[in-house]
């Protein structure tokens, strides 16, 4: 029988998702980022500057994990003009859409939005909050959902 983690693993392996990690450059996302690409459960974008992330971990074996910085990717432009036309009655700005866009948190859960990635996941340097707050602004709840919720697995050996 399957652990937990293994089941979610199976399951994953079997929806081949991309998922996009925003720490991109934090040791242990690079580590995780290679050993999920290794283990084939989902295809994996990490978030950061890729010189960063190569210096930080120089023997990760990143074959098949794909880098994007949103400081100066060529989606930039779009994502900002998303993300505005999305908070302009909140009162944001043009000028602010452009800031944030350029936020790894605000760039990964745009890339979930417009479909340049199945899912997102972070936590290992953002508080729960900073992690939902772009994506309750951007992607929002389901209409009749007033609540949204987080949570994590831990398993011990």
Do not use: W
Not at 68 to 94: C, D, H, I, Q, W
């Amino acid at each position: 029988m399957l652990n937990l983690i293994e089941n979610f693993k199976e399951k994953a392996r079997k929806l081949n998702k991309t998922i996009v990690l925003p720490e991109g450059e934090e040791p242990r996302v690079i580590r995780a980022a290679e050993k999920i690409t290794a283990e084939g459960f989902a295809k994996i974008i990490i978030l950061g500057d890729e010189k960063v992330i190569r210096e930080k971990c120089p023997d990760a074996k990143l074959d098949g994990v794909k880098i994007v910085n949103p400081k100066t990717s060529e989606k930039v432009g779009e994502y900002a003009k998303v993300l505005f036309e999305l908070r302009k009655a909140k009162g944001m700005t043009e000028e602010e859409a452009e800031r944030l866009i350029k936020d790894e948190m605000y760039y990964g859960v745009m890339m979930v939005k417009m479909g340049d990635a199945d899912g997102l996941v972070s936590g290992a340097c953002h508080s729960t909050a900073d992690t939902l707050r772009p994506a309750l602004q951007i992607i929002k709840t389901q209409p009749g959902v007033t609540t949204a919720s987080s949570c994590f697995v831990m398993e011990i050996p």
